[in-house]
Each structure stands twice: as C-alpha cells, then as structure tokens.
C-alpha cells in the first residue's frame, strides 16, 4: 500500500437515486500510510476493492452527515470486517461525524445488534466533530460545520509533506468551504 503520492479514488459521487453512471457518495483517499474513507453510500464497500483499497486495511472512517446515501455502507463494511475469514483484525477502527453520529451508530447498532460497536477482537471508537483538528500520523484532519443538513461537515486533510485535499459532502455555498 505504500506509494509516493496522495491519491484521490471517487467511489461515487451521486445521490440515493439510482442511475447507471453515477454511485452514491463514497471517496478513498491513499495517503501512502494509510486508506481513508469518507462517506459510503451504497456500493462503496465493493468499489473499494475495485479501487485497489482493501476493506481490512480502513483504519480511519470519516462521514459529513447521516442521510442514507453517505451512510448505508456503514453496516456492511462493519459486518465484512467482522466475519472475513481471511483477516482477525486487532487494531482499532476510528469512526468520524457530525454531532449526533454516536447516537446515530448505536441506533444502528440497536438495529443490528451490538457486535457491530463491540467487536470481539478490536475496539470500534466513534468520535463526533463539529470545527477543529486532530492530528493523526497520515497528517491533520481539520472539520467545520457545512451549510447541508442540521448537523453536516467537511474535512480538509493536510499530509505531512504539504499536501491537502478537502471533501465537503454536499453543500451549499459558505464560508466554511473557503
């Protein structure tokens, strides 16, 4: 998984409704370290793979709001992760959102049942962002609010050798996307 760049795969970049040429929203971004998701609207999980990213290999997920087409993935790729017979995962999984995502993953979580946020093997963090940084080896993750829904925001990934990428989910204009 090593290389040189930072390399930006579109998994989808449509919205819940279907069409041939567009999926829904879901990026992987390859830091050279690390595999990072942001969003994974339906088909993202498969995308991955066709993208050259394995699902075992996602330490760090990062979500702009709940709506159904950035968040319905979510599930499968827990579920893949916990029975792939090839891979017994033991290092932490980092789930990012907006306010209310905690609350969010545990209703799934009722829905599906708990092994989804407690695993066996591995612990599952979920962290709820609104504006500010976290510093990660793979480089700093600054989120702010994004005019969407009540509760959507955007991130803005700088690696430590100077680059950057930003990934707002959808938005209307506002300051904070400058």
Known sequence: MKHDKMILVILGSGTCIPTQKRGMPGLIVKTGTENLLFDGGTGSLHRLEKAGAEFRDLNYLFYTHMHSDHTLDLVALLQAIKVDPFHDRTRPLH???????SHFVNTLADAFGKWLILPDDYEV??????????????????????????????????????????????????????
């Open 95 to 101: 789930i990012h959102g907006p306010e209310g995502f």
């Open 125 to 178: 963090n979920v962290r709820e962002l609104s504006a500010q940084q976290l510093d990660y080896p793979f480089g700093r993750i600054t989120s702010a609010p994004m005019q969407h829904s009540k509760a959507a925001i955007g991130y803005r990934l700088d690696t430590p050798d100077g680059r950057s990428i930003t990934y707002s989910g959808d938005t209307d204009y506002c300051e904070e996307i400058i």
